[in-house]
């Protein structure tokens, strides 16, 4: 069998991304661009820039990937189901739930692999992390804390901070405490002058009694992306910027200091941090759709969990609009 024939529409800030790792990648030729925009980081090279979603479908495709603003998405991927390509689309999986909801039904209903591009979940870091909990490092699992954090990328025009960013954490939550949002309820300001927001606050409850809390904003000069799951046994810590992962855990030597072992708490114990591979999170998304696509694994972000991810980043918009929880 020859290599899979992939098309590339968005060649913008992630879409150069996406065009170098879909030529590094063994098993996949890269063989269409497609942008409206044109090729402002030149990553087209032989190949002609092409002016829509059709005129790459024409060229022959086995797999694609959607990369262009959240908005398109849903034209371009119904397109591509209809045409009966493979695709991982960019997240958020679309700018509506049901939007959503149709992109899902229309790949499942065609047998084809439908995917999307939560990259969070190919951090090395994470990787370990769920892979340390489920073999029970960590015990019973508390509270999973993530703070996401950064200037203003102007590259974004059509979502808020919480589909852009929040959707990342939402989704990786779910996923490491394999576990669906119950609850979700969230406060945002809005200080950039744009009509979507640009910081919030949310706190909620997994279905498995989890707590979650998430930190995302815009509005900071700091940049920060850290995962903390507190559990039975201490603490993990994932930076995903570096892709390091430690654990602090709780403190086994008794405390004589009578001030503090009074407090019934747990106290300080050993931390460490982990050497692990740390490849680069893209690549090893894009191998998991490849491999999806050929029958191989099934480890790539599904729409149907795109899906989930989405109602409840809308359950969050909702919330702050109403001061109410917001239950799924």
Not at 251 to 278: H, I, L, N, P, Y
Not at 320 to 325: E, K, L, P
């Amino acid at each position: 069998m020859g290599d899979l024939r992939a098309g590339l529409i968005g060649v913008g800030m992630m879409g150069r991304h996406h065009a170098r790792v879909l030529r590094e990648i063994s098993g996949v030729e890269l063989v269409a661009i497609a942008d409206p925009g044109g090729d402002p980081h030149g990553v087209a090279g032989d190949l002609e820039v092409l002016p829509d979603v059709e005129s790459m479908i024409a060229v022959g495709l086995d797999l694609a990937v959607v990369a262009i603003p959240t908005r398109f998405h849903y034209d371009a991927a119904m397109k591509l189901a209809d045409a009966g390509v493979h695709t991982l689309v960019e997240k958020p999986i679309a700018q509506t739930v049901d939007q959503g909801r149709e992109m899902t039904e229309a790949f499942a209903s065609r047998g084809l692999v439908g995917a999307v591009g939560h990259i969070e979940r190919f951090n090395p870091a994470l990787q370990e992390l769920r892979r340390r909990i489920a073999a029970g490092d960590l015990g019973e699992v508390y509270q999973i804390t993530t703070r996401r954090q950064g200037p203003f990328p102007s590259r974004i025009a059509d979502v808020g901070v919480v589909k852009d960013l929040g959707s990342h954490d939402i989704d990786l939550t779910a996923w490491v405490a394999q576990s669906e949002y119950a609850s979700i309820s969230a406060q945002t300001l809005h200080k950039s002058g744009r009509e979507f927001e640009d910081m919030v606050l949310a706190t909620g409850r997994l279905q498995n009694g989890v707590l979650v809390n998430h930190v995302v904003n815009w509005l900071s000069p700091m940049k920060e992306r850290v995962t903390i799951v507190t559990g039975e046994h201490g603490a993990f810590v994932a930076d995903t910027s570096t892709g390091d992962l430690t654990l602090f855990r709780n403190g086994t030597v008794a405390t004589e200091w009578e001030a503090v072992s009074a407090f019934r708490g747990v106290s300080e114990g050993d931390m460490t941090r982990f050497a692990f591979a740390k490849r680069e999170p893209l690549r090893v998304e894009h191998e998991a759709f490849r491999d999806a696509v050929l029958g191989e694994r099934h480890d790539v972000v599904t729409m149907e969990e795109g899906l989930r991810t989405l109602v409840v980043v809308e359950g969050v918009i909702t919330s702050a609009a109403t001061g109410a929880v917001v239950e799924f």
